[in-house]
């Protein structure tokens, strides 16, 4: 029993990756579907992450996992950070270290560590040894800023914006070009912490048989993990020459569509929905994104729910499902 059908519409056939892509963050749930994309693909990586654990990417890649390439780092630790980066001679680096929104609100100082000095010690690591393809991940929640607006102010948003006007700066002042790319709300298999997990959460409660309750409703960001990170990928497919920063929206649709879609493939499901709507904005625009780097692969969210639910199912045949995190 195999879930290859997770990666199957994202394998990557051209490219002119020579040595390694560096992947920060690499046990989190983007990072772990980058990867297990890049291994798929034939394409050299290695995954650094302040965690040895490939607990989630051994999740999609199965046994495959152990032949990824991993160094153990702190993104915090720039003499540790720059040595290995050395060591690889990436072709590209692809940065998803970072504190989600409840960890940061739960240690401030740590999460302006890990999120904006961390970023700066990536960029700082590509000046020394000159490389151009950079792509980071920022966040819808920086829209939160300033305050006062729409949608909900974090310290979170406040790192990630900040990480924002860092990349214009290395590029205005240093010439390094880059990509920021603020994912919306990621599904799949792997999304298993932060404040917007929950529906990845009751996919998997449907599959184990286990009653939930989403804690919003209304319109939300559907972006399926997989779409996610073959958006990080193509953007460092080929060099660009400036900052740029876009929105990684996937689909628009609401929570109680989402819940039908799910009910569809088990109408037993005891899975439902409360509270408010979602405080940041559901639906936002890829399309300049896709412009600029490609037409990476999308998914629908009939898929991406069918997808999430099949893969679920199949790991608890396998003994292998992961237990429901009903906590952060």
């Known amino acids: 029993m195999s879930l ?35 291994t798929k693909s034939k394409i050299p990586c290695v995954g650094f992450d302040l965690s040895e654990s490939k607990r989630r990417l051994s999740l999609i890649l199965g046994d495959d996992a152990e032949k990824v390439p991993w160094e153990k780092n702190d993104v915090t630790n720039y003499p540790e950070l720059l040595n290995l980066v050395k060591k690889y001679n990436p072709s590209a680096i692809i940065h998803l270290a970072g504190l989600q929104v409840p960890f940061c609100a739960a240690d401030p100082a740590l999460g302006a560590r890990v999120n904006v000095e961390g970023t700066i ?14 792509v980071y991940a920022s966040s819808v929640a920086s829209l939160g800023m300033p305050p006062g607006g729409n949608w909900k102010e974090t310290f979170y948003g406040v790192y990630k914006q900040a990480n924002e006007h860092t990349a214009y700066v290395y590029n205005s002042d240093l010439q390094i070009p880059s990509i920021g790319i603020r994912p919306n709300i990621v599904y799949g298999l792997t999304r298993d912490q932060g404040v917007s997990s929950k529906n990845t959460i009751a996919i998997q409660s449907v599959a184990l048989d286990e009653e939930y309750d989403i804690p919003y ?30 929105n990684l929206n996937g689909q628009c649709e609401t929570i109680e569509n989402g819940i039908s879609i799910l009910k569809s493939l088990k109408p037993e499901a005891k899975v439902t929905c409360s509270g408010q709507n979602f405080p940041f904005p559901p639906d936002l625009s890829d399309e300049p994104l896709r412009k600029l780097i490609g037409n990476y692969p999308s998914y629908s969210v009939e898929e991406g729910i069918s997808d999430t639910y099949n893969s679920f199912k199949q790991l608890k045949e396998l003994g292998r499902c992961p237990e429901i995190n009903k906590v952060n």
């Open 121 to 134: 010690n990536v960029f700082e690591v590509c000046r020394e040894i000159g490389l151009r393809r950079i």
């Open 217 to 246: 409703k209304g319109k939300y960001s559907w972006l399926y993990a997989g779409e996610a990170a073959s958006a990080f990928i193509y953007s460092v497919m080929k060099e660009f020459t400036k900052a740029y920063v876009f």
């Open 4 to 38: 290859d059908f997770l990666t199957s519409k994202f394998i990557i056939n051209e490219h002119d990756f020579k040595t390694p892509i560096i992947v920060t963050g690499a046990g989190g749930c983007i990072g772990s579907w980058v990867l297990s994309i890049l």
